[in-house]
Nanobody, 125 residues
Framework: QLQLVESGGGLVQPGGSLRLSCSAS????????IGWFRQAPGKEREGVSCITSDGIPDYENSVKGRFTLSTANAKNTVHLQMNNLKPPATAVYYC???????????????????WGPGTLVSVSS
């Protein structure tokens, strides 16, 4: 059974940092483009960032310069380093693969409906 697990969330003060991890079992993350999404209380899920199968990242404008994607292929894991966090970043964060689109592009990322449980990030003083 395919599985995704996000981890690394927590409570952090404004300006703080967290590193989220996305790990998978029964499939290989580096074979696909991987997206990170977040859902704040009472809001729709929104895209945050994406990394292609060849390691090219893309970021939503509000997180550019503060969030960084990286891969640990030997561990079948994708990391999202989040620096200078702000209260609007408070949300449950999810990762998901694009099983349908070309793995070397984040453009037109196709949601498959396959999600992990998410990890909660709370930014508050």
């Amino acid at each position: 059974q395919l599985q995704l697990v996000e981890s690394g969330g927590g409570l952090v003060q404004p300006g703080g940092s967290l590193r989220l991890s996305c790990s998978a079992s029964k499939f290989t993350l580096k074979d696909y483009s991987i997206g990170w999404f977040r859902q704040a209380p009472g809001k729709e899920r929104e895209g945050v960032s994406c990394i292609t199968s060849d390691g090219i990242p893309d970021y939503e404008n509000s997180v550019k310069g503060r969030f960084t994607l990286s891969t640990a292929n030997a561990k079948n894991t994708v990391h999202l380093q989040m620096n200078n966090l702000k209260p609007p970043a408070t949300a449950v964060y999810y990762c998901t693969p694009d099983f349908t689109g070309p793995p070397t592009s984040c453009s037109g990322f196709m949601l498959s409906g396959f999600w992990g449980p998410g990890t909660l990030v709370s930014v508050s003083s």
